[in-house]
């Protein structure tokens, strides 16, 4: 036999794409060489040195001849490490070298000793294999893949141990389902540490409840970064589909670190950060900060220094909760639902508006208004919550007892949720139209005290129907049934506060 085929996958995106690898040997040939065709990008052009000489350091023969190997579909571009091992399985099957009588899926890295290494997106790649068909893996992929369930997985830590597997010369164990523990994770900082800020403190709460956007306002020093580094610890803990699903997006990204994610992702990029940085994207489709925060938080600081591009990059995701990234010849489209926390300064030298006797805005009116201006309407819209974080004096700082531990405020959200949960399903941050007015009914007085304050405030339909959900939300917190207009009021109060004239 001098022809074999063997079933492997790559990743387009979130996406797999099944692959085939074809090998033809012929011997016919004086030349000894390895040919890969099936627009393979660089890494797998150099998967021939690879793939040859962890053939020979595993104790078989290199086959003589010119090999073919064909990488299908063949218009499809393959790009990283994954193929090493399909290659290498296919070229001994080719030479007569292994006799396989059932379908397996391979993927992973080699070295040149033979040695499987771990490769990014193995999560994923099983996720969508067929569950009747076997699959080998390197061992250092195992902690993600034990998420799933009767998927027939083995792992080996080199090439000799899958041709023993395939050649079924030995008998092995699957890789075994072990499921997740979700526990209350353990954090090293607290919301007892921040004195004072009582309203912002309430308004990550009811964002941490209800899943709502927050920009936090003050001269820079109050406690914006503290506060924000603070809102991990009162989240709800992550569901195990979430898991699944963070852990399927860092197993692409390669930024795994050993188990799955089971604490909800904190990303938060420096100002700079480029406009690929932060969707995704680049010269191999990787996801970027704003999927790399899917289900948790993303935390920009100084949001108005944020490059323009990048901020108007959010008004996608902060509405549709998904990313999309189009290249020359194709387009991703990654998850991207997320909390975003942003702060800013209320001016470029951070004390407009401080009157301490001390500090002094030294901003003309145009730059503040510039600076201001940085943050367009539509991002603005997208966002739920506005707080003022304002400056605390000395006295009050010193004469202020210890705040609420984050236990008891994440106690209070984990309430809130479950009744978010029993009434749709989902919390309110991310309920449809369709769903807001079905679950966000007021009454007549409630109405009337809505109509006038959305006219009053010049409200856009968006942001009247995310006061509706914050509303929602503070009534959950407290418990009630019915949106009163005690929780409508609150809610307003978090709107803009250049726009509030009542």
């Not at 700079?272 to 790399?292: F, H, N, Q």
Request: aromatic share 6%.
């Amino acid at each position: 036999m001098h022809y074999s085929k063997v079933k492997s996958a790559i990743l387009a995106g979130l996406d797999v794409l099944n692959v085939e690898v074809e090998a033809d040997l012929n011997m016919r040939s004086v030349r000894q060489e390895l040919e890969i065709v099936g627009l393979g990008d660089t890494a797998i052009k150099e998967s021939k040195k690879r793939v040859m000489s962890a053939i020979k350091n595993s104790g078989f023969e290199v086959p003589h001849g010119y090999i073919t190997v064909n990488l299908a579909p063949g218009d499809a571009k393959k790009e990283g490490t994954l193929l090493d091992l399909p290659i290498a399985i296919a070229i001994l099957m080719a030479s007569g070298k292994i006799e396989v009588h059932q379908e397996w899926l391979l993927i992973g890295e080699l070295g040149l000793d033979g040695k499987l290494r771990r490769v990014d997106g193995a999560l994923p790649i099983m996720i969508a294999k067929s569950s009747s068909m076997n699959a080998i893996i390197p061992s250092d992929n195992i902690p993600e893949v034990s998420l799933l369930k009767g998927k027939r997985i083995y792992a080996c830590d080199d090439l000799q141990t899958v041709v023993r597997i395939m050649s079924q010369t030995e008998s092995f164990h699957e890789i075994e389902f072990k499921g997740i523990s979700v526990a209350q994770n353990s954090y090293e900082v607290d919301f007892s540490e921040v004195r004072g800020q009582e309203l912002a403190k309430r308004a990550l709460e009811i964002s941490a409840t209800g899943f709502h956007n927050v920009l936090m306002k003050g001269p820079p020093g109050v406690g914006k970064t503290m506060l924000a580094r603070r809102f991990p610890t009162i989240l709800p803990p992550m569901t195990f589909d979430e898991i699944l699903e963070s852990t399927k997006i860092y197993s692409i990204a390669g930024l795994l670190d050993g188990g799955p994610v089971t604490s909800r992702p904190f990303r938060s990029p420096h100002h700079s950060a480029s406009l690929a940085a932060m969707v995704g994207g680049g010269d191999r489709a990787k996801p970027g900060e704003i999927t790399l925060a899917h289900n948790g938080v993303l935390f920009m600081d100084e949001l108005p220094e944020f490059r323009r591009d990048v901020l108007e990059a959010l008004r996608q995701p902060l509405e549709d909760g998904i990313v999309t990234i189009s290249r020359i010849k194709e387009t991703h489209s990654y998850p991207a639902r997320f909390i975003l926390i942003g702060s800013q300064n209320p001016c470029k030298c951070g004390w407009f508006g401080v009157e301490d006797g001390i500090h002094h805005c030294t901003c003309s009116i145009p730059e503040i208004e510039r600076y201001n201006k940085k943050i367009s309407g539509p991002i603005e819209d997208r966002i739920d919550i506005f707080i003022d974080v304002p400056k605390v004096d000395y006295d009050k700082y010193t004469s202020m007892k210890s705040s609420e531990s984050s236990l008891k405020i994440r106690e209070r959200v984990m309430e809130a949720v479950e009744i978010q949960m029993k009434r749709s399903g989902k919390l309110n941050g991310k309920m449809s139209a369709s769903e807001v007015s079905k679950f966000c009914k007021l009454g007549e007085k409630e109405e009337d005290f809505f109509k006038n304050a959305s006219k009053k405030l010049g409200l856009t339909a968006r942001v009247m129907e995310k006061m509706l959900k914050v509303s929602r939300t503070i009534a959950d917190l407290a418990k009630s049934e019915n949106i009163s207009l005690s929780h409508i009021a609150e809610a307003l109060q978090y709107r803009k506060r250049e726009n509030l004239s009542i």
